[in-house]
T-cell receptor, first 113, second 111 residues
C-alpha cells in the first residue's frame, strides 16, 4: 500500500492552462504539505494544511490554490500555468503531535511548454 | 528553526562506512536533528532523528555531540543504492515548525 500517493506522475501542458495535482495519504496523519523542487534541486515548502485548515502559505503566487476536502487529501490546483511553474511537486504528510518525520510522495513532474 | 551546514558532496567506497557531518551551531534546546535522503527522481525519505542522545535504526546511526552543535549520520556499510542527496534538518516539535531543506550533501558511493 502506497502511504502518500500523487497523481499524475507526469504532466505536460501548455502555458495558460489550468491543471490539478492530487494527493492522498493513508497514514492517518493530520497534516499535509506541498513542496516544489525546481531545476536547481532546492526543495521549498509551498503550503501546509492541518486538519483541512491552511496553516502555512509561503510566498506562492495566488495562481496556486490548495484544497483539502478531508484530512487524507490535499490537492493542488494551478491556474494560468507559466513556464516557471515547471518543476517536480511533492506532497507529504505528518502527524502534528509528536516528532515523527514526514512521509513524501513520489512526486509529480510538471512541464509547461 | 536553526540553520545547518553540510559539505556539498562526498565520496565513499562501497562496503565502507559513510560518515556525513552536519553543523547546527545555533540549535535550541527543543529542536530535533532530522536526516532525510533523496535518491534521484524520488521523494525525500526519512532516515532518522534525534534530540541529544545517539540514535540507531535499521538504516543508519546518528551521533550528536554533547553540545548539540553538530551531528554525524553514519551509514555503516554503504552500498551503491545509498547514492543520494542527504539532508540534515533542524526542526522544533510544534505543528508550525516546517521541515526546511537546505542544499544537502550529495553522497556518491563508488564500487
Amino acid at each position: 500500500d502506497t502511504a502518500v500517493s500523487q497523481t499524475p506522475k507526469y504532466l505536460v501542458t501548455q502555458m495558460g492552462n489550468d491543471k490539478s495535482i492530487k494527493c492522498e495519504q493513508n497514514l492517518g496523519h493530520d497534516t499535509m504539505y506541498w513542496y516544489k523542487q525546481d531545476s536547481k534541486k532546492f526543495l521549498k515548502i509551498m503550503f501546509s494544511y492541518n486538519n483541512k485548515e491552511l496553516i502555512i502559505n509561503e510566498t506562492v503566487p495566488n495562481r496556486f490554490s490548495p484544497k483539502s476536502p478531508d484530512k487524507a487529501h490535499l490537492n493542488l490546483h494551478i491556474n494560468s500555468l507559466e513556464l516557471g511553474d515547471s518543476a517536480v511537486y511533492f506532497c507529504a504528510s505528518s502527524q502534528s503531535t509528536g516528532v515523527t518525520g514526514y512521509t513524501f510522495g513520489s512526486g509529480t513532474r510538471l512541464t509547461v511548454v | 528553526d536553526a540553520k545547518t551546514t553540510q559539505p556539498t558532496s562526498m565520496d565513499c567506497a562501497e562496503g565502507r562506512a559513510a560518515n556525513l557531518p552536519c553543523n547546527h551551531s545555533t540549535i535550541s534546546g527543543n529542536e530535533y536533528v532530522y536526516w532525510y535522503r533523496q535518491i534521484h527522481s524520488q521523494g525525500p525519505q526519512y532516515i532518522i532523528h534525534g534530540l541529544k542522545n545517539n540514535e540507531t535504526n535499521e538504516m543508519a546511526s546518528l551521533i550528536i555531540t554533547e553540545d548539540r552543535k553538530s551531528s554525524t549520520l553514519i551509514l555503516p556499510h554503504a552500498t551503491l543504492r545509498d547514492t543520494a542527496v542527504y539532508y540534515c534538518i533542524v526542526r522544533g516539535r510544534n505543528a508550525g515548525n516546517m521541515l526546511t531543506f537546505g542544499g544537502g550533501t550529495r553522497l556518491m558511493v563508488k564500487p
